[in-house]
């Protein structure tokens, strides 16, 4: 699906690992005072991991910067959205893609974005509208079958 929408490859295109020690590394070496735009690349590899620890510091770096760093919101909005998408929370994803999407609706790495979301999003509620149904298809036939043996008594 990725290859289909070239503009959201950023979803699925980690850091190696030295790139991702050399934002960690400026990140720890700033410490206590570290830079608004320090954190917001460190966040952006974490968010671009393929690790789910790296990835929910990621969001939880971006959403410090989005609380409370209101000339910064704009460009953690994508970045929020990617990483919450990658960890499986299709609902905030959403809501932050949706926001960037308001402010600039020709954004076509946002509206690719919302693509994989809808998807994702698709594909789970159908899975889990299978899984609801073999549920009850096998409560049905755990019922018919005591009331089977029930009925013989």
């Not at 959201?8 to 790139?19: G, I, K, M, Q, Y």
């Not at 590394?25 to 005072?33: A, D, I, P, T």
């Not at 809501?95 to 946002?110: F, H, I, T, V």
Request: hydrophobic share 40%; proline share 3%.
């Amino acid at each position: 699906m990725v290859a289909e929408l070239p503009y959201a490859l950023d979803a699925e295109t980690p850091l190696n690992s030295s790139e991702l020690d050399v934002l960690r590394s400026q990140y720890e070496k700033e410490g206590e005072m570290v830079g608004i735009q320090t954190k917001f690349n460190y966040a952006w590899g974490l968010v671009k991991s393929t690790n789910r620890n790296d990835q929910q510091l990621g969001v939880r770096l971006l959403s410090d910067i989005f609380r409370h760093s209101p000339e910064r919101r704009r460009e953690c909005l994508y970045y929020l959205a990617l990483g919450n998408y990658k960890l499986g929370s299709f609902a905030d994803a959403r809501r932050y893609n949706d926001l960037l999407l308001e402010r600039e609706p020709s954004n076509m790495q946002a509206a690719n974005l919302r693509q994989l979301i809808d998807d994702k999003v698709a594909k789970e509620g159908l899975m889990g509208v299978a899984i609801l149904s073999g549920v009850g298809i096998a409560a049905g036939v755990v019922g018919a079958f005591i009331m089977r043996n029930a009925k013989k008594r």
